[in-house]
């Protein structure tokens, strides 16, 4: 009787929510049957303004049966806010954001502060599950050293920034040029050189200064993504990792891009390029806005630019300042390698882009309800309740007007985009977990009067993918060793920083890229600043 009467009193104590709060099924909603709070942080910026006044967050509080305490923080120095949080204890239930660097993760995820959640994606998920079951590559991906999964994933199979060694051709320039010569697309560097000529000796604007004509432009602060025009001529040489100057092979040979014979020929190239005013030194100048300023110009009476150096089109030009942007500007090609015209190819980076995004902390009293909660998002419809679509009927709607990417109707036309347009209606895709899958990303209309550039850069990607090589560099890297880490940081940047001075120094001509000393010269410097040093590194951190 006396044990009878003690449970009576501790069950007459407990909190209502403890009994009475019961977990819904596998992707059944609501989530839970009586109300329950969860408190999560997440990242206030130029893609979403308010996560409290959201408007589908608020609906989802309803589907859900849970409601959110937000922590808005700001993207400012933003790891170390989740760092000085972490460390300090007093976590959140959730914590929304991508993670390109996992050392924090898994970091605090062996001590114990982000929980592993191995058995709760078995047990309360139905989209992580799926997918980690559907794509083995993910969970390969997601799993970090010690074998869990501390996070869930941001996932786009987006094509369109796939491949960054791109130029852009002013087509009015070049059907003056087609007619005047008979001309088609240029194939090879010796084709490309003579349209550059053309364009150099010619008054291509018709202003009656045949002196203004700048051939081929790019710039210097986008030149590790593809924004420099070395890139784009490099490619005809070898493969170019515009972004780190390493790829590894099919057969796991790490390749240092930037020390090659190919690297020397041409840049020796390019140099004579320059001497002949076919290459601007404005190249190793601009920064990327003074560079779309003189690109991005509003009447075709205004342009100087034959050729722009971009990885997509608004690194070069808009419609929004020029409006026939996407009709006037048109990719070409990669050109044929210098030693063997039968290879083409150009650096393709990956085929989807994986963060890890978003995680649960260890003092969430009911993870189980946290896990579910952000399940959602990773379903298609998710996925497009977020900025990456918006709100149905205003910012995007189903639509037979025009075909999808993929040929088929009906496509999903975008009507406007809400990046950097003071979102208070949507999540952000790089804060809830999301899975966009090339088959969604192919509903897209190809609406070419489309004010969106997806349909545009999608075309400008289909021009280069025939001829895209993988460099085979893993999307996501887990490592647990911050030392080395560090040591990987410090020389990727600092070896960055030496190469792209190296080969500016000689393609103006400051140095002597045909003078074997100063070549010597070059590649001594990079050996006294920890190449060899730097290629150890990359085997045990790249794991290859």
Not at 494 to 507: C, D, L, M, N
Request: net charge negative; glycine share 6%.
């Amino acid at each position: 009787m006396k044990k009878l009467i003690a449970l009576m009193l501790v069950l007459l104590f407990l909190p209502v929510s403890a009994m009475a709060l019961t977990v819904s099924g596998v992707n059944e909603f609501p989530i839970v049957d009586e109300p329950y709070e969860l408190t999560i942080m997440a990242c206030v910026n130029a893609n979403v303004e308010s996560w409290k006044e959201n408007t589908v967050m608020l609906e989802y509080e309803q589907e859900t049966g849970i409601k959110v305490n937000w922590i808005e923080v700001t993207d400012f120095d933003l790891m170390e806010k989740i760092r000085l949080t972490l460390i300090s204890g007093d976590t959140p239930d959730i914590i929304l954001w991508y993670f390109g660097d996992t050392t924090m993760v898994q970091s605090f995820g062996s001590a114990g502060t982000i929980l592993a959640l191995n058995d709760l994606i078995e047990d309360y998920t139905y989209y992580a599950k799926s997918q980690l079951e559907e794509y083995p590559h993910l969970k390969e991906l997601m799993t970090s050293t010690d074998g869990n999964i501390y996070t869930l994933w941001g996932v786009q199979e987006i094509p369109n920034e796939a491949i960054w060694n791109k130029q852009f051709l002013f087509m009015p320039w070049f059907e003056k040029y087609s007619a005047a010569t008979g001309a088609e697309l240029p194939e090879t560097l010796d084709e490309y050189r003579t349209m550059l000529e053309y364009f150099r000796d010619n008054d291509m604007n018709g202003n009656g200064d045949p002196s203004d004509e700048i051939p081929l432009l790019g710039n210097y602060q986008a030149a590790i993504e593809g924004g420099s025009s070395m890139s784009y001529i490099m490619s005809a040489f070898q493969l170019w990792n515009c972004h780190d100057y390493y790829h590894i092979t099919d057969d796991g040979e790490l390749i240092f891009e930037a020390n090659t014979q190919a690297f020397r020929d041409g840049l020796s190239y390019m140099n004579k390029m320059y001497e002949d005013g076919l290459y601007s030194e404005e190249d190793f100048i601009l920064t990327l806005n003074d560079y779309r300023a003189i690109v991005n110009v509003s009447s075709p009476d205004d342009m100087i630019v034959g050729c722009a150096a971009a990885p997509f089109y608004m690194r070069c030009v808009t419609q929004s300042i020029y409006e026939r942007a996407y009709i006037d500007f048109q990719p070409i090609p990669p050109l044929k390698n210098y030693y063997d015209p039968d290879v083409r190819e150009v650096y393709q980076r990956w085929d989807a882009m994986y963060y890890p995004q978003s995680f649960i902390c260890s003092t969430c009293e009911h993870p189980e309800i946290a896990i579910k909660w952000l399940d959602y998002w990773l379903s298609e419809e998710g996925l497009m309740r977020t900025d990456k679509f918006g709100i149905e009927g205003r910012d995007w709607e189903w639509t037979n007007d025009y075909e999808a990417l993929d040929g088929t109707k009906p496509s999903i036309l975008i009507k406007a985009t809400l990046a950097n347009a003071g979102n208070k209606d949507v999540p952000s895709c790089k804060s809830v977990p999301i899975y966009y899958t090339r088959e969604l990303f192919e509903k897209i209309a190809a609406d070419p009067t489309s004010n969106s550039r997806t349909y545009h850069d999608y075309r400008a990607h289909l021009v280069y993918a025939p001829y895209g090589v993988k460099g085979n560099v893993p999307e996501v890297v887990w490592c647990d060793d911050e030392d080395l880490l560090a040591e990987y940081s410090e020389l990727n940047t600092t070896i960055g920083e030496y190469v792209r001075a190296g080969y500016a120094s000689f393609i103006l001509g400051n140095t002597d890229i045909d003078n074997d000393a100063d070549w010597q010269a070059y590649l001594d410097g990079l050996e006294a600043i920890g190449l060899s040093r730097y290629l150890e590194v990359l085997h045990t951190y790249l794991g290859v």
